[in-house]
């Protein structure tokens, strides 16, 4: 019903909206994070991070950016979780490394 008042294409928008300002998580912690100074830098770590990790996985990278500890917290759990997430955080680094440097 509610579609239906707002048409097919606002459906699609309302959709899209989430993975829009989403999107741009990565980047805007980066911008803030003291130690990065280029925006380029941060668009290319961003489109890595697209496509490596998942939402709740750059979510949990920005964590990081805000809070080193934790990060060091995550590498040092004995979680099988954690060593999954840890696994494809490293891959994401190493490839930003190549890509992003």
Same mark, same amino acid.
């Given at each position: 019903?509610?579609?239906?008042?707002?048409?097919?294409?606002?459906?699609?928008?309302?959709l899209?909206?989430?993975?829009?300002?989403?999107?741009?998580a990565? +980047?805007? !912690?980066?911008?803030?994070?003291?130690?990065?100074?280029?925006? /380029? #830098?941060?668009?290319? %770590?961003? +489109?890595? !991070?697209d496509?490596?990790?998942?939402?709740?996985?750059?979510? /949990? #990278?920005?964590?990081? %950016?805000?809070?080193?500890?934790?990060?060091?917290?995550?590498?040092?759990?004995?979680? /099988?979780?954690?060593?999954?997430?840890?696994?494809?955080?490293?891959?994401?680094?190493?490839?930003?490394?190549?890509?992003?440097?």
């Amino acid at each position: 019903m509610f579609a239906s008042k707002i048409g097919a294409v606002g459906a699609i928008l309302l959709l899209c909206i989430p993975s829009i300002s989403y999107s741009e998580a990565l +980047k805007k !912690a980066c911008m803030e994070a003291k130690q990065i100074k280029s925006s /380029r #830098v941060c668009q290319c %770590l961003q +489109k890595t !991070a697209d496509q490596t990790l998942t939402r709740s996985e750059q979510f /949990r #990278v920005v964590t990081f %950016l805000k809070n080193p500890d934790i990060s060091q917290a995550v590498k040092a759990s004995e979680s /099988r979780t954690d060593k999954i997430f840890w696994s494809k955080f490293s891959r994401f680094g190493r490839l930003a490394e190549r890509r992003c440097s």
